[in-house]
């Protein structure tokens, strides 16, 4: 199972990124994927899920309306388009899913600062 994690950066408080997590080693149409982020002396943080179809999604309270978790099975990726960041925001940001045990990819950075 591999996971890899891009589009983090830098950015300007109210700007947006979007990142992708592209998958390998499974079959990703079956699994729910979610994003997590882990901030600077902060414990890692749930963001955001989205069932195997897409036809779900959950988001944490500090980023709905702002935040937008999809994927495209024929491309075994998920995204998430982060709009409206906060400084709050910066983290590492962390895709995974679950399969008999928590498998998470590297992490991709995201900096919002002036």
């Known amino acids: 199972v591999q996971l890899v994690e891009s589009g983090g950066g830098l950015v300007q408080p109210g700007g947006s990124l979007r990142l992708s997590c592209a998958v390998s080693?499974?079959?990703?149409?079956?699994?729910?994927m979610s994003w997590y982020r882990q901030a600077p002396g902060k414990e890692r943080e749930w963001v955001a899920t989205?069932?195997?179809?897409?036809?779900?999604?959950n988001y944490a309270d500090s980023v709905k309306g702002r935040f937008t978790i999809s994927r495209d099975n024929a491309k075994n990726t998920v995204y998430l388009q982060m709009n409206t960041l906060k400084p709050e925001d910066t983290a590492v940001y962390y895709c995974?899913?679950?399969?008999?045990?928590?498998?998470w990819g590297q992490g991709t950075q995201v900096t919002v600062s002036l």
């Open positions: 995974t899913v679950y399969i008999t045990r928590r498998y």
């Open positions: 080693g499974f079959t990703f149409s079956f699994y729910r």
């Open positions: 989205i069932t195997p179809a897409g036809g779900s999604t």
